[in-house]
């Protein structure tokens, strides 16, 4: 019963992506990139086929999935639609491999934008557009969408959402999740359009915005041009792309309340308060040490502004190669890698409510020592937050850390140094993207073996699910009854 269920589940998942390729089919129809519709027509019709048979064996059964099968759901269904997402690239022979082939899609649909790929343009425009793409639907979440399109699957939509929303408190903002998840999607492609539409009045051609808004949108980072944002040379097009990499990284439930006008969900709101004010530091430092290389303010904020936006909401465009820039620049860069957007967003990263809850209990252990018999708590929100949260939180960064010690140690294996390994390890776990010196924003990831292309998808997914989700199946409990 269970793997009919989780059957049913994933398949349903897969054929929703599957008639989402209608789009880049659409694309290489229009472009006569023939050759390519294969590619997409093969796998899409298998996954709806299995789709429709499963449905078929399960109309009359009625399914419940316990915490633990929603896990499963939820871990699998990442995992077989970065199989699907890869097909396209290797039955189409683009990518060498299926390892490479697997990693470009994981990093797609994770939104961590690290490629395999050194001449993306002269990919076909289609099989550049089905990258960003994966982007867009691994932004917001494969099974989000699902539950808000196909409400009446027959199991808990809000079980298997929180396995996949990203942060450590998961709430819904209306009683119903599916509701929910439809509003969320509706703000979302509200701001693809938008940003699509500014970047066509910007020079943009249509297959280039609506590649770069799904790329935005999802902070993921695929870009139809090999030197990324910087290959336009137009700083209408960094500001716009700047600011919605800026907006990606807020909890998009906050737009919800500023729709319907809850100011005081917004006000009080503590994680975007301390987001705001690190965009703010970060950019204006880096912004006065690269004056020098751009030679005037108003230039250096343009590109400084951009790199934050970029790197801490882990999209990973870039309009200038920041490994030349001043040491203080990099440092501030390399910081912004360790700390990610706000939760509920779709950046990647630890997410800055973790810092903030971090800092806060830090700041009670300190109160603590002048005050042994006092009682502190932690206010989130101007709210009191639970007891356990702390400890939520330390556990998070225990097993964040000694996952990026792990694939520092894989990525040592192919023979680069300390800082590409370690940057390579904070950029695949952070679903950040490029990291620095041989991972560096110019760069790519195909030069490692296939056996660390498959650890790095594995990290990606993981660090897309919060970790937990994924590496939950190797506790020796999980399988117990």
Same mark, same amino acid.
């Given at each position: 019963?269970?793997?009919?269920?989780?059957?049913?589940?994933?398949?349903?998942?897969?054929?929703?992506?599957?008639?989402? /390729?209608?789009?880049?089919?659409? =694309?290489?129809?229009?472009?006569?990139?023939?050759?390519?519709?294969?590619?997409?027509?093969?796998?899409?019709?298998?996954?709806?086929?299995?789709?429709?048979?499963? &449905?078929?064996?399960?109309?009359?059964?009625?399914?419940?999935?316990?915490?633990?099968?929603?896990?499963?759901?939820?871990?699998? @269904?990442?995992?077989?639609?970065?199989?699907?997402?890869?097909?396209?690239?290797?039955?189409?022979?683009?990518?060498?491999? &299926?390892?490479?082939?697997?990693?470009?899609?994981? @990093?797609?649909?994770?939104?961590?934008?690290?490629?395999? !790929?050194?001449? +993306?343009?002269?990919?076909?425009?289609?099989?550049?557009?089905?990258?960003?793409? /994966?982007?867009?639907?691994?932004?917001?979440?494969?099974?989000?969408?699902?539950?808000?399109?196909?409400?009446?699957?027959?199991?808990?939509?809000?079980?298997?959402?929180?396995?996949?929303?990203?942060?450590?408190?998961?709430?819904?903002?209306?009683?119903?999740?599916? %509701?929910?998840?439809?509003?969320?999607?509706?703000?979302?492609?509200? &701001?693809?359009?938008?940003?699509?539409?500014?970047?066509?009045?910007?020079?943009?051609?249509?297959?280039?915005?609506?590649?770069?808004?799904?790329?935005?949108?999802?902070?993921?980072?695929?870009?139809?041009?090999?030197?990324?944002?910087? @290959?336009?040379?137009?700083?209408?097009?960094?500001?716009?792309?700047?600011?919605?990499? !800026?907006?990606?990284?807020?909890? !998009?439930?906050?737009?919800?309340?500023?729709?319907?006008?809850?100011?005081?969900?917004?006000?009080?709101?503590?994680?975007?308060?301390?987001?705001?004010?690190?965009?703010?530091?970060?950019?204006?430092?880096?912004? %006065?040490?690269?004056?020098?290389?751009?030679?005037?303010?108003?230039?250096?904020?343009?590109?400084?502004?951009?790199?934050?936006?970029?790197?801490?909401?882990?999209?990973?465009?870039?309009?200038?190669?920041?490994?030349?820039?001043?040491?203080?620049?990099?440092?501030?860069?390399?910081?912004? /890698?360790?700390?990610?957007?706000?939760?509920?967003?779709?950046?990647?990263?630890?997410?800055?409510?973790?810092?903030?809850?971090?800092?806060?209990?830090?700041?009670?252990?300190?109160?603590?020592?002048?005050?042994?018999?006092?009682?502190?708590? *932690?206010?989130?929100?101007?709210? =009191?937050?639970?007891?356990?949260? =702390?400890?939520?939180?330390?556990?998070?960064?225990?097993?964040?850390? +000694?996952?990026?010690?792990?694939?520092?140690?894989?990525? @040592?294996?192919?023979?680069?140094?300390?800082?590409?390994?370690?940057?390579?390890?904070?950029?695949? +776990?952070?679903? *950040?993207?490029?990291?620095?010196?041989?991972?560096?924003? =110019?760069?790519?990831?195909?030069?490692?073996?296939? %056996?660390?292309?498959?650890?790095?998808?594995?990290?990606?997914?993981?660090?897309?699910?919060?970790?937990?989700? /994924?590496?939950? !199946?190797?506790?020796?409990?999980?399988?117990?009854?």
């Amino acid at each position: 019963m269970i793997f009919l269920s989780l059957a049913r589940l994933i398949t349903i998942i897969l054929s929703i992506i599957s008639i989402t /390729m209608v789009i880049p089919v659409g =694309v290489a129809l229009y472009y006569g990139e023939f050759h390519v519709i294969s590619g997409f027509a093969i796998p899409g019709i298998i996954c709806i086929f299995f789709a429709i048979l499963f &449905f078929f064996i399960t109309r009359k059964k009625n399914f419940h999935l316990s915490s633990r099968a929603g896990f499963g759901a939820v871990a699998l @269904s990442w995992i077989f639609a970065s199989l699907l997402g890869a097909m396209p690239f290797f039955i189409t022979g683009y990518s060498p491999s &299926f390892a490479d082939a697997f990693f470009e899609s994981a @990093s797609g649909f994770t939104t961590t934008g690290a490629t395999i !790929f050194s001449d +993306v343009e002269s990919l076909p425009r289609s099989i550049n557009l089905w990258r960003s793409q /994966m982007h867009w639907l691994g932004g917001m979440g494969i099974v989000a969408l699902t539950v808000a399109l196909l409400p009446l699957l027959g199991v808990g939509g809000f079980q298997l959402i929180k396995a996949e929303t990203t942060g450590p408190e998961k709430g819904k903002i209306t009683p119903k999740i599916t %509701v929910t998840a439809k509003i969320l999607w509706f703000i979302y492609l509200g &701001f693809t359009i938008l940003q699509t539409v500014l970047l066509l009045f910007a020079g943009m051609d249509f297959v280039d915005a609506l590649s770069h808004s799904f790329a935005t949108l999802g902070t993921g980072g695929f870009s139809t041009r090999n030197a990324s944002i910087s @290959s336009y040379n137009s700083a209408l097009i960094d500001w716009i792309c700047t600011i919605f990499m !800026f907006l990606s990284g807020v909890n !998009f439930s906050l737009y919800y309340h500023l729709i319907v006008r809850h100011g005081s969900e917004i006000k009080d709101n503590t994680e975007l308060k301390a987001y705001i004010i690190i965009f703010l530091i970060a950019s204006l430092g880096i912004t %006065v040490c690269v004056i020098p290389q751009y030679g005037s303010f108003v230039n250096a904020l343009r590109h400084g502004a951009f790199q934050v936006a970029s790197i801490m909401t882990t999209t990973g465009f870039y309009t200038a190669d920041y490994t030349q820039w001043p040491q203080f620049a990099q440092i501030i860069i390399f910081a912004l /890698m360790l700390i990610g957007g706000c939760s509920g967003s779709t950046a990647g990263g630890v997410k800055v409510i973790r810092w903030v809850i971090l800092g806060k209990q830090m700041g009670n252990e300190m109160r603590r020592m002048i005050h042994p018999h006092g009682i502190f708590s *932690i206010q989130i929100n101007k709210r =009191v937050g639970r007891k356990d949260i =702390v400890y939520n939180v330390a556990a998070f960064m225990f097993l964040y850390s +000694v996952l990026v010690l792990i694939t520092t140690l894989v990525a @040592s294996l192919n023979n680069i140094d300390l800082l590409s390994s370690l940057t390579a390890s904070l950029a695949l +776990v952070g679903n *950040i993207g490029p990291g620095f010196g041989a991972v560096g924003p =110019v760069q790519n990831f195909g030069f490692f073996n296939d %056996v660390s292309k498959y650890w790095f998808s594995f990290v990606m997914i993981a660090g897309r699910l919060e970790l937990y989700t /994924m590496l939950i !199946f190797f506790m020796p409990s999980f399988w117990k009854k």
